[in-house]
């Protein structure tokens, strides 16, 4: 997606997620993230942004980490996070230089897209906590949303944070298993460490989506929201080996916490 479509993108989730936090008692639960009440997601997505925008205004990671207690009133803390983020990204273009998770990618324009997406997911559990219907989401954020879990969160995460996947990666099933998402398609399969390498998924773009020994496949919409576990098993279309489906929801589970 071009950055201008993203931050476009944002700016109309960030909205959506605002009204639902105004709209909604703050002590009344996230159903979608039970542990949370609407102010500790508001509280989340606060400093999720703040501590993006340090990262591209120290170009670094700040030492201290989290900032101390935000306002009282969730939703003065959203907007003063949200200033500082879309402060950040109007003053930088997006391959200037930022510290990110990510090795590959150490700009601007990582941050870009990855707070699109976490705008998303993170309105869809407001509108939820406030019992509003959930918002339109547009398939090209989902389409990048579903790239983005499968190659940054399961690929590049399994590599690098190993123990967030226990032992799931020790002696897995390496099978393929493809996932289908309207025009595009990708394969995965679970790599079991070889000597010194250790295990890890290997996420590719696929031409057909039909080179695996399973398949999950649905609308990008209902794809993306499942992958994040905002949607139940009927929300996508699986078929194929049930050993390798159970392991590739176990590993997207581990991938996703």
Known sequence: MEFSRLLSCLEDDFALLRS??????????VPSCPDWSVGDLADHVAKVYLHKAECIRLGAFPDEWPPGVLD???????????????GQFSKHSPA???ATWHEPDQTVGFWIRRMAQETVIHRVDAELAAGRPVSPIP????????????????GYGSNHWLDDFGTLLDTPDERPI????????????????????????????????????????????????WLWNRGDDSSVRASGDPDLL??????RIAATQ
């Open 20 to 29: 639902a936090v105004v709209g909604a008692d703050p002590s009344a639960r």
């Open 72 to 86: 009282d009133d969730p939703v003065a803390s959203l907007d003063r996070a949200y200033e500082a983020l879309i």
């Open 96 to 98: 200037d230089p930022a």
């Open 139 to 154: 398939d090209d954020l989902a389409f990048d949303g579903i790239d983005e879990v499968l190659k940054l969160f399961l």
């Open 178 to 225: 493809s996932v289908s998402a309207s025009h595009h398609a990708w394969t995965l399969a679970a790599v079991a460490g070889r000597g010194a390498q250790p295990g890890h998924v290997d996420v590719q773009d696929s031409a057909t989506g039909f080179d695996g020994e399973a398949l999950v496949s649905g609308d990008a919409v209902p794809l993306l929201l």
């Open 246 to 251: 159970k392991q590739f929801h176990a590993l």
